[in-house]
């Protein structure tokens, strides 16, 4: 079993599955469905869902199409279907069939008007208003519309001039004559059809009523033989409607719909229309912003397929909705580029170091390993001159207690490189340093000096070869962890959700094309933003911090009971 396999390995869906096929209640096979709409970009939450569904095909030697759920045309695009389809194949995962509930169009078309014939369907006039009214409540039946009464041969005239076109947007609605005193809401009389006069992506302007998600799902469902629907808990009230549309109609089978958790995360929103607002407003840079949880976002910010699916796996399958940490999330892409993901030295803020009794024309070449633990990985060189730069951050005038780095008078060692030692401290008109001049010990590369203990060691990089890049600092887009739970979510945008760093110094076999992620030793998990970068310079987003700096946050919260 591979691990794109295991998320349902021993969950209830399994058990179901498993029992079903010792019963050979679909005949020994397996089917299963991923049905986006087509109406925005996928996230995070979605990825679950295709881990399950394309999972479980997988596992049970079955097959998993793509459908576009895509009956809304006013909201629906082809740039979202195409994106959709990236972000599955980028996961890693083949769908069997690529289908649209728009190519079931005509056959809805003929099933409702099949219902109307059995008197289990009417087209009701009411507005939208009065419909809400006569609905009823949760504690109060709803009321029979007027038009219910219409006879079969009304229904069908009234239907038939909806599709050809004769009526305004909200003249009539198809509605499935049910209950309308049924304790479940969505059993008193549900819509089947609206009329819209919309474009749409895929059919053009074939249609001009369009059937809602309760009746085309399950339909379709059952036209392209699923066995098992899965969805998550919020369609678990509309069990009983998906299954009164397939046992009053002469589909080819009955698929099985089964509920599972509704996850949400914490310190983003995977609401549309919130997300919407970030994009609208201008807080992100666009859905592909990479602290936007959609899958493009995350791919931009560095996350691999690998990871999310991990992910994925690590949270299960369960009945009940629930919450997760971000961290968890976190955690599974750090220990996917611990792995993985070759080292490399970058200087963040960059401070010139002068070794002055480096001769002034010497240079050598270091060999340094990609990665401390594949040596299959391979090695890089890196030049070592005269004058490098080291980060401001390692270099104190007045050194705080336990500061192992580098002072005036004090040694430090180079990463792979000599041990040097700050002689003076060079500032500009303004009192800002400007730059240090050191010496380094020759006898120091690759050994420890006798007799003196030197505990601290930066990275570097040589400041003739230093490439130059602007260095992106990504981090939680938001400050509390439910910024939904109550008042505006916006309220608690996190501040420093991304910070910029220009004139960044990397070591410069980060100029060669990379392709995958990249640990900056000492600061982070970063990717090069392709479409960001330009000959004018290169980009880089951090992933990922080495260590879970916001676990420290809230200890630290509280601790001071904040």
Known sequence: MSST????????????????????????????RFPPEPNGYLHIGHAKSICLNFGIARQFNGHCNLRFDDTNPEKEDIEYTQAIQTDVEWLGFEWDKLCHASDYFEQLYQYALELIQQGKAYVDSLSAAEITEYRGTLTSPGKDSPYRRRTIEENLDLFQRMRSGEFEDGAHILRAKIDMASPNLVMRDPPMYRIRHAQHHHTGDA????????????????????????????????????????DNLPVPCHPQQIEFGRLNFEYTVVSKRKLAQLVDIGI?????????????????????????????????????????????????????LNQNAPRRMAVRRPLKVIIENYPDDAEESLTLANHPNRPELGDRTLPFTREVYIDQTDFA?????????????????????????????????????????????????????????????????????????????YDRLFSIPEPSASGDFLDYI??????TLNNCKLEPSLSEPFTSGVQFEREGYFCLDKGHSSENGLVFNRTVQLRDEWEKIQQKQAARGT
């Open 5 to 32: 396999d295991s998320q349902a390995k021993g969950s209830f869906i399994h058990r179901i599955i498993e029992k079903d096929l010792e019963t050979n209640k679909y005949g020994g096979h397996v089917a299963t």
């Open 207 to 246: 249609w001009c009523i369009y059937p809602l998600y309760d009746y085309t799902h399950c339909i379709s469902d059952a036209l392209e033989g699923i066995t098992h629907s899965l969805c998550t808990t919020e369609f678990e009230v509309r069990r009983p409607l998906y299954n009164w549309f397939l």
């Open 284 to 336: 992100v840079d666009g859905w592909h912003d990479p602290r936007m949880p959609t899958l493009s976002g995350m791919r931009r910010r560095g996350y691999t397929p690998a990871s999310i699916i991990e992910f994925s796996n690590r949270i299960g399958i369960t009945k009940n909705d629930g919450t997760v940490e971000m961290s968890l999330l976190e955690s599974c892409i750090r220990d996917d």
């Open 397 to 473: 005038e007045n050194p705080p207690p336990k500061f192992k780095r580098l002072v005036p008078g004090g040694e430090v060692r180079l990463r792979y490189g000599y041990v040097i030692k700050c002689k003076e401290v060079v500032k500009n008109e303004t009192g800002e340093i400007e730059k240090l001049i050191c010496t380094y010990d020759s006898d120091t590369l690759g050994k420890k000096p006798e007799g003196r203990k030197v505990k601290g060691v930066i990275h570097w990089v040589p400041a003739q070869y230093a490439v130059n890049a602007e260095v992106r600092l």
């Open 494 to 499: 996190n501040p420093r959700s991304l910070v």
